[in-house]
């Protein structure tokens, strides 16, 4: 792996970790203030939604990790990249 890809994968590994952590104030550091998510049902939000929907929940929990930092698992029943709801 090159310096850019080793660059890319500690903000990665990092935004995965404060996400997973319910770190809203370290993912906003992370994240441009312009950022855009579409998860696996091609649904976008922008930075804040994104907090809102998979940071700042405390019903959300992660199910599964990789090192590349993709998350998946199910949402209100439906199959949705990130975590499950309690």
Avoid: F, K
């Amino acid at each position: 792996m090159g310096a850019d890809e080793e660059a890319v994968a500690e903000v990665v590994t990092a935004r995965t970790a404060a996400s997973v952590s319910g770190d809203a104030r370290r993912v906003r550091e992370i994240l441009a203030p312009d950022v855009s998510h579409t998860n696996a049902s091609d649904g976008s939000c922008d930075r804040e939604e994104h907090i809102a929907s998979y940071v700042e929940p405390v019903e959300l929990v992660w199910l599964e990790t990789t090192q590349a930092g993709v998350l998946s698992g199910s949402i209100d029943g439906g199959s949705h990249s990130g975590g499950v709801r309690r």
